[in-house]
Nanobody, 126 residues
């Protein structure tokens, strides 16, 4: 069993930065790929970034490419999402999800992933 807890969200001005963390319990976390998603009010869930178990395979949504960086530290059972040059349209609840499979194309459906966190709010003011 793996439990995921996101943290690091908050209120930031446009152009600012935040670093989100997705901390996991469970000794097998290092064998899981991790995905970040976000959902803004009234909008569908959107894929943000993905990282495989080793950190050797990473990809991003076009909307965040060049601004966001996903990384992981398996010694700390944590995956990070560094978000720079934030825009008001980045405002959303951000969720991390974990699965043993590394999907090379983002899958949006919830049941494709073994575990989900509870989310952390990111608000970017203009």
């Amino acid at each position: 069993q793996v439990q995921l807890v996101e943290s690091g969200g908050g209120l930031v001005q446009a152009g600012g930065s935040l670093r989100l963390s997705c901390a996991a319990s469970g000794r097998t976390f290092s064998s899981y790929a991790v995905y970040w998603f976000r959902q803004a009010p009234g909008k569908e869930r959107e894929f943000v970034a993905a990282i495989n178990w080793s950190g050797g395979n990473i990809y991003y949504a076009d909307s965040v490419k060049g601004r966001f960086t996903i990384s992981r530290d398996n010694t700390k059972n944590t995956v990070y999402l560094q978000m720079n040059s934030l825009k008001p349209e980045d405002t959303a609840i951000y969720y991390c999800a974990a699965d043993r499979a590394f999907y090379t194309v983002a899958v949006i459906t919830s049941d494709a992933y073994d575990y989900w966190g509870q989310g952390t709010q990111v608000t970017v003011s203009s």
